[in-house]
């Protein structure tokens, strides 16, 4: 998935420099050299370190870049996090996208990391979504590591999850269930089979059909979690999924799940606060 990467920073130098960064090309000699730090202006989870380099170094080979901080590492206001020094041009049409791309990369991080914290103790892993924003998946999907979290499939490639539409349009589970099998073996494909159910009889149903991998939860409350991973009972993976929250989060953990699905990891954090200035 490197091309995505590779992509994605083409895309976002184009879009920020179009024809040429007219402000810095008019002030700053060609020769000027300079350096610059990161500094972290609010506690989290620092991640975008690697990313940051990859930038740096597309842009102009001849940056130097001088790591004090490590991806996943806790940060605190007043961290230097790296210093970068080389062209001052180079760090002035850079600085944006390390920005942009480091702080919503440590925002996703940090707070998966509190939803971590929060699983402690038990076996449930927190699951990141499909819900990210387009073209920066892989780098929002890589903070979710970062944080602790586990990633769940990537894209719709990778993994066959029947949800409510493909059941509803398929003509029910068992439909779903024997359709995605008899194309598996058709392509010659290895992917685990996910059926989401949204109630007893769709999971009653699963369970009957069976030669699936993990068996998602869809909008069980807490009781119904319960009574649903007994009749599972260790035969396929759990995952619950739709509408739990952080204060909801350990309940639904306690119940036994392997896994909990949040898309907030990804769709609503708060960038972590940060700034790239001359040192």
């Known amino acids: 998935m490197d091309h995505l990467i590779e992509d994605l920073i083409k895309l976002a130098f184009a879009e920020d420099i179009g024809d040429g960064d007219h402000t810095t090309l008019c002030s700053i000699p060609e020769t000027a050299m300079g350096k610059s730090q990161l500094i972290i202006k609010e506690e989290g989870i620092l991640a975008g370190v690697e990313m940051a380099k990859h930038i740096f170094l597309s842009f102009d080979p001849e940056l130097i870049i001088t790591v004090f901080i490590q991806d996943g590492a806790k940060v605190k206001k007043g961290d230097i996090a790296f210093t970068v020094k080389g062209k001052v041009r180079s760090l002035l049409q850079t600085e944006r996208l390390v ?24 076996k449930t892993r927190v699951l990141d979504t499909r819900k990210t924003t387009p073209g920066m998946r892989m780098l929002e999907k890589e903070a979710v590591k970062i ?26 589970i068992e439909n779903a269930i024997t359709r995605a099998q008899n194309y598996l073996k058709e392509k010659d494909k290895k992917l685990k089979i996910e059926i989401e159910v949204r109630n007893f009889d769709e999971l009653e149903e699963a369970l009957r059909v ?8 869809d909008n069980f409350n807490i009781e119904d979690t319960k009574e649903a991973v007994r009749r599972i009972a260790g035969r396929y993976e759990t ?39 001359a040192c």
């Open 99 to 122: 920005l942009n791309v480091m702080q919503r990369m440590s925002g996703i991080a940090t707070t998966t990391r509190h939803y971590v914290k929060a699983l402690e103790g038990t």
């Open 147 to 172: 944080g602790g979290g586990v990633n769940h499939r990537i894209g719709l490639f990778d993994m066959i999850l029947l949800k409510d539409n493909h059941v509803d349009f398929a003509g029910g």
């Open 210 to 217: 069976g030669g699936i991998d993990r068996i998602m939860l």
């Open 239 to 277: 995952e619950s999924s739709g509408g739990i929250t952080y204060d909801t989060l350990r309940d639904y953990a306690e119940c036994g799940v392997d896994y909990i699905s949040v898309g907030a990891l990804t769709h609503s954090v708060k960038s972590l606060d940060m700034s790239l200035k």
